[in-house]
């Protein structure tokens, strides 16, 4: 129980940096707000690392809630989340976005910035 919840979330959360990264960092180089260095890698990966925490925080917290409920409360994912709106309302959706924005985007600034760097390095076309 709960593989699916998780599969969507970790499905989700790749997407949502991998795309969102390149989005940002693409609109920064394209209006010459920055170069193409330290800074704007940096500035792209945590600015993704923030869209994706507001993505995937709803999904985070019906998946928790799915994954630790009894047998029987819930039928699926979808249910637990009408049940989680009708109870505590939208803002329970977000309850742990700031440490797991930290998380998220932590991991996004040491991933992008690295990934770019190891690009220099080795020059590759990517």
């Not at 990264?21 to 690392?49: E, Q, R, T, V, W």
């Not at 959706?93 to 990934?115: Q, T």
Request: include cysteine.
């Amino acid at each position: 129980r709960g593989v699916g919840t998780n599969v969507a979330r970790l499905s989700v959360c790749n997407c949502t940096e991998i795309v969102v990264y390149d989005i940002i960092k693409s609109y920064l180089l394209y209006k010459n707000l920055m170069n193409d260095n330290m800074p704007c890698h940096f500035a792209s990966a945590f600015s993704a690392g923030f869209i994706t925490s507001v993505v995937a925080s709803p999904i985070d917290v019906v998946k928790t809630r799915y994954m630790n409920a009894k047998n029987g409360q819930y039928k699926n994912p979808l249910q637990c989340a009408v049940s989680v709106m009708k109870k505590n309302g939208p803002t329970a959706f977000y309850k742990g976005f700031i440490p797991a924005f930290y998380r998220i985007a932590l991991w996004n600034v040491v991933f992008f910035v690295s990934f770019e760097q190891i690009k220099k390095v080795t020059k590759a076309n990517i």
